[in-house]
Each structure stands twice: as C-alpha cells, then as structure tokens.
C-alpha cells in the first residue's frame, strides 16, 4: 500500500503541476508525508489522489479550481513541465527556464522576454564534448555548479569532506511548488550533501531571487570552501558589454563599463562590509546596444554586507557569459556539522526589454513592494536636519536647541544629532563603545533636548557606530580582548579606532543592550548606525582554530540580528545606514534600514555623479542627501537653490550651518522644503526617468511619475554652460500620450508658456528652459487635469 501511495504521488505531483495546480500538491507533497497514515485516512488520502490526477488530466470535475475567487484565470508564476523535466519561472514579462540533463543535473536553459508558449522549449541537453579539453560539464550551463568531476568554471559550491574527498557531483532529488516559491533539492551522487535551491519569483518586478542551502547529512564535518548563491546565465554569445559601480570613499557608486573579453572579470569586496569601492551590481547588455529607453538588459545584485563576490565570466569556446555571486571565498571557511545548514545571501536578477532605464525601475519596485522595511507601502521619509556638518563633534543641549529652532522654521521633520554626544566623545581619537551620554555637553541627559524637539513638531535622530571601539575608551580598557585581532600581531587604527569582534556574541549582546538602553530611556525615533572603517587583522582567537574564519560571515549576521531585534523592541524606529557615507548600500542591509546616506561628499556637483550610480540598482527614496555649507570642502560653491533641487532627487536632508544663514536663505529654504513635500510622494513612490545624464551631457534631467500618473516631477540641473548654447530641449517620458497635464514651474525658466500641455506634446515636442551659466536649475511639476 505505501509503495503504491508513493507512485501515486509522484504521478500526481508531475501531472498536477503542469496543469498549475501547485495549491494542492503543496497539501499532498509536503516531504513529512512520509510518516505513514494508517486506515481510513490512507485510503481517504488515495481516493483523493485519484481524484486530483483526474482532474488535472483535463476532466472537468471541479474546473473553477483552476480559477481564482474572483473568476480570473490564474497564472503560475512556476511550472513544471513532466515531459521535458522543466521548470519555468515566469513575471510578467519575462522568463526563467531551467530543466533536468541526461546526466539529472539542472541545467539554465532560457532567460530573456516571455515566451507565449511552452511550445518550443526542450528539454535541457548537456552540451556535446569537443574536445577531451573541453568536456561536457564545463561546457553545460549547471544551474548550480559544484566543484567536482571535470568541471572547471567558477564554482558556486566547494568543500573538503572528511575523508578528504574534494570532488562533488550534484543531481537532482526532489522539488516542491509553493505559489511563487519553487525549492529544487540537489545531492551528491554518493554523499548526504544536499543543496536546496530556493527561487522566488517576483511577477509584477519581472525578478527572481535566488538562494542555496547547504545541508550535511553525513555523520561527520563538512567543510565549505565557496558558498555562492547562484549563477545568472546570459544567452551565449560574444561582445556582451558590464556595468557596475565603483568608486571609493567621498566618491561611491560611479558607472563603469566595458566590454565583456573571455576570462573573468571580478568584483568583490574582502573589507568586511559592501564597501565603497565596488557594489555588489551589474548590468549586462548585447554589444552596448542597449541604451536608457530601450535594449536588452540582464542585471542582478547581491543581498549581503559583508565579503561578497561576482564574478563575471566568459568562457570559450561557446561564449557563455555567467555572473556567479554569493560569499566571498577568499579566506573563507565553514565547517558544516552533520544535521547543519548554511545559507548563502540573497541573489535577485531581472531582465528588461526596454532598456537600463526599465532595469532601474524593476529594481526600485522590488526594494520597495518586497524588500525594504514597511514593504509594500514604506512610509514618506520625513525631511532631516543633521547638524554633522555644521557643528561636527562639538555638540550640546543649547547649540543642538538653537539649530533645532532655526530647522523647524524650515519646516523639517526630523531632527537628528551626529557623532560627538558620547563618552569622552571630543574628535575621532576617543569615545567609540562608551554608550553613555557625556555629562559635560549633556548634564541633564538627552530629554531636554528631546523633548524641545518633539516640542517642535520633530522627531529626533541619533548617531551610533556601534561596531567600533576606540582604544581611548572604558570599553576597550575593559576589554581589549573584544576586538578582531591575531595574538602577538599589531592592531591597525584606521581613524584611531579598532573593530569589535561583533561575530562574538558577548560582544552582540553588549552592543543590542547599550543601543536598546540609550533608545528605551529616550524617545528615539531614529538612528544613523555608522561604521567608519573596514576590518583588519580579522583574527578571533578564543574561536577553535577552524571556525576563525566563520568570523566575516558571523560578523555581518550578529550586525543584522542586532537591527532586527531593535527593530522589533521599538516599533518606530526607523535607520539610516552609513559607512563613512556609502560603503554599506545593498539589499542585504536594505531589508532591515529604511535609508542610506549615500556619501561623505556633499558637495551639488559631485553629488549628481554619484546619485546617478547610484539611481542604477537603488531606489532614489533609499538615498539620503544632505544640502550643505559652501564652499564645500572640494572648494566649489553652488547656489542654495542648485543644492536643493540636487539634494531633492531622493530624501531631502540639510547639513548646513543654519546659524549662518541670512533671512534670504531661509526664506528660499522654506520654500524649497515646501516644493518637496508637494512632490516627494512621487519621488519616492514613483518611476523615475533618467532623461539626462551627468556623464554624457551638460545637463543632468531626471524626472519621476507617480504610481498612479497623476503627478510628474522634472528636475533640470545644468552645471556648466559654454558658448551660451541652449541647454537641450527635455522630452518628458511615461505618460499617457493622451491626458493633459497642468504644468507649475517652480520659477520663470520655462520657455513653453501654456498652462496646460497633452503628454504627448510634452513627450514629443519637449520642454526647454533658460539655464544659462554656471550651476542654474529648474523643476517643473505636471498634474494630470484630464
Ligand atoms: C561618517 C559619516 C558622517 C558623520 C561622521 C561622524 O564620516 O559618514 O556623516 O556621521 O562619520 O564622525
């Protein structure tokens, strides 16, 4: 009887799932059902069974099963194909194929548009041997590569087993359809490793996230050398063309791109957190022929802040390009205890037709309905004031009050205190790990301040950089031992300061109680969790020596546990992430913060740079961006109106020294503070449009529309004019064509007078403005009469 059960459901299972009927597998297939039922269940259970595969065989027992409630069709996001052993993962306008080999290793088959129909897809067939040099698993795209028989491309799993055996070869063993989740279970051909594949299909973001699980199920240790999360596969082919950000502190997220020549092409960080330098992004296009409107775009971006790495490959002789990511596997290692799991980051991709442009959008919808806190619908991010760069360490309660009065009449929302209100907090050489309010600046505690702030209608915001200790500090002198450190090895300062071991979970617990003191003692409403450093000397010695260099991996998931426990203990809190500006942006970090600040380098003109990178992969509500003093410290000075609409183009933040402020400035301060809250629902809410771009134009033009296209918002910044040409007319995008727009200009700039403009003359014939010399700017809002 049980023997018959089984057949039963594997029969059921294929035939129920190509039908897209995963709903009730999912009830019949769970992987407990091997407990045995006895009597009238097990017969109930079988007669059920029938019935199922009756129904899915196309006899029209109950057909409103495969409906929805409300009578529409329903379309799975997966389905498995039994006769051709396929998965298809479909969005709604792409989709992700991948299938089972003759030898039953999964293989990627296609990723692109969406095909109508499962017509002309095969079943995946291992590529045929050329040559003994050339052999068949390198050539065949794994879908998940292990290390193992004659393969040779960038692995996405290695390990040592126990017995010394380094060779790993990964077939399929079962899977399981879960709405828009599909598990497929990998193992070895003669070892208890499984790897349980996990995609989850994002149908409205046209995305796929991906992550693996490895699981030991020897009895005894398995050591993993390379942990990646998975393989994106572009159609092989030569003269494909990356795009990924780099850059450096006071200078992140600067667009590169070059060609893609065989070989591969790595960008990592081994720094312990994102890093400034390169961020775990790419974009790949055929031949450079996609452009910001239209053209095919692969991109994809790893959910992790500690060592990451991708590695963008190019193997001959079929050209095959392939972007494996996941953890870092320099100095890594895990060793994995029989019954454990290890889970590589998050590893989303997507596909766009029609363009970077698109790509970008795809990604803003996925951090916003999916990912960040507050997903789907995050809340506004309010205005700030941060008084860093007004007062930099030299805070108390009547200096942060006289700059909270002058804020306020701005009309900002939140008032947030930087570094300096700690310990023996007076430059960067003392302080960091002492938790504890400097009684000098603050003899009456925080509260005061707090409450003269809310008493402002603002909330308020502190600094912390809670992995860091200065060795000038209680904490350090306490314990020195709770740093990252190699015995009898130096301990390099970088910016007089040492890396806590945050991997350790005494250190993890001193940190989550002095944050959760300083915020349950006060109304907190915000904090700005810096880390001014990358690690070094990453030793931890009270570790047996083979779990040392669990240390990258644990540093960045106690980090994580840390926010999240917060996050829970204080419901309002909210987060900005900082690393000395942008060294830790990504979707890893990005699930738990609800902003980051996106550089130390707040000067206007700089700044469109670095937001237009940084505008590639990230949502513009994500980044904060800070209206400051000039001349800035690069020397240049712009008007305070060409900082605001520049500091606009994500969450608007004010820097500078309001005491220096005349009755001009704040006058146009308050009206620009005004303008935005008009229009930031569509910034942060909306499409955004990259119309112009600072590198390959005078003119940097963005331009958002809101979800439901009753607001657009253009932003025209012109940073330099030669010969007194004409700044380039603006052709407005993502309209509808046929509505009517009522457009309010934010000044006189504007040369095309009508009040009220069909979208699609302001598509078609465009809009121009007089923006003449150095650093002049306008916006323009349209909202849809008809
Ligand atoms: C980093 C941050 C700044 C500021 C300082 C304080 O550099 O990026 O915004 O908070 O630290 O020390």
């Not at 091997?34 to 057909?63: D, K, N, T, W, Y």
């Not at 442009?357 to 995050?378: F, K, N, T, V, Y």
């Not at 504890?436 to 912390?464: A, D, Q, R």
């Not at 690393?579 to 990504?586: A, Q, Y």
Request: hydrophobic share 40%; aromatic share 10%.
């Amino acid at each position: 009887m049980s023997l018959k059960i089984k057949v039963l459901t594997r029969f059921c299972h294929d035939v129920v799932e190509s039908k897209g009927l995963s709903l009730f597998l999912e009830v019949e297939t769970t992987p407990d059902s091997a407990a045995e039922p006895s009597g009238l269940a097990q017969i109930m259970r079988v007669v059920f069974r029938l019935f199922l595969a009756m129904m899915a065989l196309g006899l029209p027992l109950m057909p409103a099963l495969a409906a929805s409630s409300n009578g529409q069709a329903v379309e799975p996001a997966i389905r498995f194909l039994p006769d051709r052993k396929l998965w298809v993962l479909e969005t709604a306008r792409t989709s992700y194929v991948v299938g089972l080999n003759e030898e039953n290793a999964l293989q990627h088959v296609y990723w692109g548009e969406r095909l109508s129909s499962d017509q002309g897809l095969q079943a995946a067939h291992t590529a045929r041997e050329v040559t003994s040099f050339d052999s068949t698993e390198t050539m065949s795209n794994n879908e998940y590569p292990a290390w193992g028989g004659t393969y040779y491309n960038e692995p996405s799993l290695k390990v040592t087993l126990a017995n010394g055996v380094r060779d790993l070869v990964l077939t399929y063993d079962s899977h399981e359809i879960r709405g828009d989740d599909l598990l497929i279970r990998l193992k070895d051909i003669r070892y208890g490793l499984f790897v349980n594949l996990d995609y989850k299909v994002f149908p409205a973001e046209d995305m796929i996230r991906k992550q693996a699980q490895v699981e030991n199920r020897t009895t005894q240790i398995v050591t993993i050398e390379s942990a990646q999360s998975g393989v994106w596969y572009v159609p092989p082919g030569q003269g494909y063309r990356l795009s990924y950000l780099n850059g450096r502190w006071g200078g992140e997220t600067q667009l590169t791109r070059q060609p893609i020549f065989p070989g591969k092409f790595v960008i990592e960080s081994r720094r312990g957190n994102t890093s400034h330098q390169l961020n775990p992004w790419f974009a790949i296009d055929a031949g450079g022929e996609a452009d910001e409107h239209q053209g095919r775009v692969w991109f994809g971006a790893l959910g992790w802040s500690g060592n990451w790495k991708l590695v963008v490959e190019d193997t001959p002789p079929a050209h095959q390009v392939r972007v494996t990511g996941g953890y870092n596997d320099f100095d890594f290692s895990w060793p994995l205890a029989p019954g454990e799991t290890f889970t590589t980051p998050p590893y989303y991709g997507g596909f766009s037709a029609s363009g970077f442009g698109e790509a970008s959008r795809l990604m803003h919808r996925l951090e916003r309905d999916q990912i960040m806190p507050g997903h789907p619908h995050p809340a506004l991010r309010p205005v700030l004031y941060n008084s860093w760069e007004a007062t930099t360490f030299n805070v108390n309660e009547a200096g942060q009050k006289a700059l909270a009065d002058k804020a306020a009449r701005v009309g900002v929302e939140l008032f947030v205190m930087d570094d300096g209100w700690f310990g023996q907090r007076n430059d960067d050489r003392a302080g960091l790990g002492d938790w504890y309010v400097n009684p000098k600046k603050f003899p009456n505690g925080l509260k005061p301040l707090i409450s003269y702030v809310n008493g402002l209608h603002m909330h308020f915001g502190l600094w912390f950089e809670p992995e860091m200790v200065n060795p000038n500090s209680d904490l350090y002198r306490k314990h020195p031992d709770w740093v990252l450190n190699f015995p009898d090895r130096p301990r390099s300062e970088a910016r007089h300061q040492l890396v806590l071991n945050m991997a350790r979970d005494d250190v993890k617990e001193y940190i989550f109680g002095a944050l959760d003191k300083v915020l349950s003692e006060n109304n907190i409403e915000y904090i700005k969790w810096d880390m001014n450093r990358h690690l070094s000397e990453p030793g931890w010695p009270e570790a047996p020596v083979a779990e040392q260099k669990e240390v990258w991996v644990k540093y960045v998931r106690n980090v994580y546990e840390i926010i999240d426990r917060l996050r829970a203990k204080h419901p309002n809190l909210t987060i900005e992430a900082c690393s000395g500006g942008g060294g830790r942006i990504d979707l890893g970090i990005l699930e738990r913060v609800d902003e980051v600040h996106v550089s130390d380098d707040t000067e206007a003109f700089d700044r469109l740079r670095i937001q237009e990178g940084f505008s590639f992969p990230y949502a513009p509500r994500l980044g904060m961006d800070w209206v400051n003093d000039v001349p800035s410290t690069n020397g240049r000075s712009t008007s305070l109106k060409f900082r605001f609409l520049v500091a606009m183009n994500g969450v608007l933040g004010i820097t500078a020294n309001l005491n220096k402020w005349s009755q001009d400035d704040f006058a146009l301060a308050k009206q620009m503070v005004d303008y935005y809250k008009g229009v930031r629902e569509t910034i942060q809410n909306g499409d955004l449009y990259r119309l112009s771009s600072p590198r390959e134009s005078d003119l940097t033009a963005n331009e958002y529309v809101a979800a439901d296209g009753k607001q657009a918002v253009l932003f025209a910044l012109l940073p330099s004019q030669q010969f007194e040409r004409p700044a380039p007319t603006i052709y407005l995008r993502g309209l509808d064509e046929n509505a009517q727009y009522r457009v309010k200009a934010l000044d006189n700039k504007r040369r095309e007078r009508a009040e009220v403009m069909s979208g699609s003359f302001l598509m078609h014939h465009g809009l121009n403005f007089e923006l003449t010399g150095d650093f002049d700017s306008t916006s323009v809002v349209l909202e849809r009469v008809l």
